[in-house]
């Protein structure tokens, strides 16, 4: 079981990213419209006909970081739902609890790390970074 200060903090924690994650949404949506507003224009000036092809690379990214920002608010969302019926903090794989260092550091996390590796190495998702350039694994 997580204790209630533990509990205070994650929520509180959830809380901030959701705030956020929403402001960061709110703010590709204006910058969506704004780019709908400007590419209807004949008056383009030239420095940012050059530009074209740097704003399509640059909306391409916009969607992929919206779709992240969507899937984000929806683990926050429910691992609030989860704090509030009680089920927080359980792994949904294997019902075992999730260590409450892992909450701290992840808090939208729904699984243990045993079974989040599990699940990862299903989805072709590797379970580590790759190596940083500056760090040698021969030491
Ligand atoms: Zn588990």
Do not use: W
């Given at each position: 079981m997580i204790d209630d200060d533990v509990r205070t903090r994650i929520r509180e924690k959830l809380e901030q990213e959701l705030d956020d994650v929403g402001r960061r949404l709110e703010a590709l949506r204006d910058e969506a419209r704004t780019q709908e507003a400007e590419s209807?224009?004949?008056?383009?000036p030239l420095t940012e006909a050059a530009d074209a092809a740097h704003v399509v690379e640059e909306r391409e990214n916009s969607m992929q970081v919206f779709g992240w920002l969507i899937d984000r608010s929806e683990s926050l969302n429910t691992a609030l739902r989860r704090l509030d019926d009680g089920?927080?903090?359980?792994?949904?794989?294997?019902?075992n609890p999730i260590p409450a260092k892992r909450l701290m550091a992840?808090?939208?996390?729904?699984?243990c790390v045993d079974c989040q590796e599990e699940h990862d190495r299903r989805q072709g998702i590797p379970s580590s970074p790759p190596p940083s350039p500056g760090a040698s694994p021969l030491g």
């Open positions: 209807g224009g004949d008056n383009t089920t927080y903090g359980i792994c949904e794989s294997c019902g992840r808090p939208e996390a729904t699984m």
